[in-house]
């Protein structure tokens, strides 16, 4: 992700120092250790085990003890920990099941860039939104048009339509 599109992201997200965050699909953990500047308990989970690797290395240089790398897929978010203040993917989703809403706490919020081939816009566009959970209802508000790698499990599969 574009360091300008991740800093809007966690600008939206509201972070404050005593939250719990979930991040799904960190990569490298680039985005997990400026999310650790921002907040003291961080939980990612990284499908790709070489990156899953990577990232507890640099958790474990920069930012030990608060942050955990697990490894696994992130369409299951991490149900164990939850609930979550934050959820933020590291990258652009298709859907989002909404189990992962359930892992929300009241008044949580989760970030990401979703992308609709059925929209009318570009296959590659993506539109940042801001979910919200209040009184148990999820909500959200469009942030900006952009770009972003597809994160693993989060395309959409291919239907025929007649």
């Not at 570009?122 to 770009?147: C, I, M």
Request: glycine share 6%; hydrophobic share 45%; aromatic share 10%.
């Amino acid at each position: 992700m574009q360091p300008l599109v991740l800093a809007r992201l966690l600008q939206a997200a509201e972070i404050k120092d005593k939250d719990r965050v979930l991040e799904l699909a960190p990569a490298t953990g680039y985005s997990t250790l400026v999310l650790t500047a921002l907040t003291s308990s961080v939980i990612c989970v990284e499908p790709d085990a070489l990156l899953h690797k990577e990232v507890e290395k640099n958790i474990e240089s920069y930012a030990c003890g608060r942050a955990v790398a697990l490894a696994g897929a992130p369409i299951e978010g991490c149900i164990v920990h939850a609930p979550f203040d934050v959820i933020f993917f590291n990258g652009c989703v298709e859907f989002i099941p909404y189990f992962l809403f359930d892992q929300m706490d009241e008044n949580g919020r989760l970030v990401a860039v979703v992308r609709s081939h059925s929209d009318g816009r570009a296959a590659h566009v993506g539109q940042a939104r801001l979910y919200r959970k209040t009184n148990g209802e999820v909500s959200w508000t469009a942030l900006f048009e952009t770009n972003t790698p597809l994160v693993p499990g989060f395309a959409k599969t291919e239907e025929f339509e007649f």
